[in-house]
């Protein structure tokens, strides 16, 4: 009696352990590719620093288009099937953070910003992005028009963090990272800031501006 009433709770409950997949909408698996495109990129950056050979940075440098492909994608599939989930706003914020927002930090790391003040400024670009995305959360209703669409983004968006793995793309190809970065190194108090570093800066403030108003496609 009590091994059928075990196997009939257990049978009952199963079906709860599948409930958050149920929930998802095909948008949303290919969000959260987006988000495993980021953290190929993550472990790979690690990999390169492991064992310095350029095919592995080249990979984890070509997952960041890949990921931005994807996070086009799974708005115009939403669309296009006119079905998203509840889940939806929050799994694609959370997988911009990790694909726009830690990942070309980690690369920048990865390649040689690696000074205190460098460190400073990859830590004050990711809090900006995950305050950006936060933010537009909040605040996406104020922002909508009456059809209930948002008109305009307020402060760049995450994934324009591309043009900085596009600046440090070419700086790898063309040899301009670790001792030789770009613009080279000063020490400013007890730590070493690399000029280059602040193009983090002012990618992460760009993206927490209300005066920069973006229109949304």
């Known amino acids: 009696m009590d091994g059928g009433a075990m196997d009939d709770g257990a049978h009952k409950s199963r079906p709860r352990h599948f409930t958050l997949l149920r929930s998802f909408a095909l948008a949303d ?54 079905k998203s989930s509840a889940l939806g706003a929050d799994l694609d914020s959370l997988a911009d953070v990790v694909s726009f927002g830690v990942a070309p930090a980690a690369l920048g790391y990865t ?15 990711v ?24 008109s305009h983004y307020e402060g760049t968006p995450i994934p324009t963090s591309l ?30 800031l690399h000029p280059l570093s602040l193009m983090y800066a002012v990618s992460g403030s760009a993206m927490i501006s209300a005066t920069l108003k973006i229109p949304k496609p």
């Open 29 to 82: 698996f290919v969000t959260l590719a987006n988000g495993a495109a980021g953290t190929g990129a993550i472990l790979l950056c690690l990999a390169y620093m492991e064992s310095r050979r350029p095919d592995v940075m080249w990979a984890a440098i070509a997952l960041f288009p890949a990921a931005l492909l994807f996070d086009v994608l799974d708005g115009s599939i939403a669309r296009w099937r006119r």
């Open 127 to 150: 809090g900006c992005g995950i305050s950006r995305l936060a933010r537009y959360n909040a605040t996406a209703h104020e922002l909508a028009t009456e059809s209930g669409k948002v």
């Open 163 to 192: 043009l900085l793995v596009s600046v440090l793309a070419v700086a790898f190809a063309r040899g301009a990272v670790h001792e030789g970065m770009w613009l080279g190194a000063i020490e400013i108090g007890p730590w070493v």
């Open 111 to 125: 390649l040689g910003l690696r000074g205190g003040w460098d460190v400073v400024l990859l830590i004050f670009f």
